[in-house]
């Protein structure tokens, strides 16, 4: 039960955004208490946020909105939407304009950090790419082998868009040569039908090449 009244709270908040407490609780049919109770542990997953807003005369009441990662509960049309955007773009510009906007794209995820990249160890960077790909979706380890690091991407954001338009997983691949300050080779890749896709980096790559 617990989960039903919570997934009513997010699909009525889905459909209509910034709703009091009391106008949930009616909303979905319980009281206020326990409509409360439900909106801090929803909070506390990061699926929701609140905010004061004015109303009238006297104090700013609060409402509760979904966050992005609430909002990814729910099935969405992005994948098609980008997809015929990719294709629309391909339709009108040149293919190395194309790829420039995908490079350009890694080329943004770390721009600013080239003083701070100067002072690492490779490891040390290596961590800086988990960071940055992490943060882009991706699932990220890397390990060492012998005179080689690996660097494994067991998860990736891009995939199904990448069946379409592999020329997305350039963005991936350039943000590691771009923190690396070396050509990133790879040697699997999941749209060739391995398991992972997964990159190797000589292990002299250091401070002196950065």
């Not at 770390?110 to 990249?117: F, H, K, M, S, Y």
């Not at 040390?124 to 690091?149: N, Q, R």
């Not at 067991?154 to 300050?181: F, M, R, W």
Request: glycine residues 6%; proline residues 4%; negative net charge.
């Amino acid at each position: 039960m617990i989960k039903s009244t919570r997934e009513r709270i997010l699909q009525t908040l889905r459909n209509n955004p910034r709703m009091t407490i009391n106008e949930l609780a009616e909303a979905v049919g319980i009281n206020a208490i326990s409509v409360r109770h439900h909106l801090s542990s929803l909070q506390a997953e990061g699926l929701l946020s609140a905010e004061e807003e004015r109303h009238g005369v006297g104090r700013p009441r609060l409402v509760y909105l979904l966050t992005e990662k609430g909002l990814e509960r729910f099935p969405t049309n992005y994948l098609k939407l980008t997809t015929r955007l990719l294709d629309q773009l391909k339709e009108t510009l040149p293919a190395p304009l194309v790829n420039r906007l995908f490079t350009q794209m890694a080329d943004d995820l770390v721009e600013g950090q080239a003083d701070r990249l100067a002072s690492l160890s490779i490891e040390e960077k290596l961590d800086i790419i988990k960071e940055v790909l992490s943060g882009e979706g991706f699932g990220v380890e890397w390990e060492k082998h012998g005179d080689a690091y690996h660097i494994k991407e067991l998860t990736c954001p891009y995939y199904h868009i990448g069946q379409s338009h592999p020329e997305v997983c350039a963005v991936d691949q350039k943000v590691i040569s771009n923190i690396l300050s070396i050509p990133a080779e790879k040697i699997q890749c999941v749209l060739r039908g391995d398991s992972v896709c997964t990159y190797v980096i000589p292990a002299q790559t250091g401070k002196e090449t950065a």
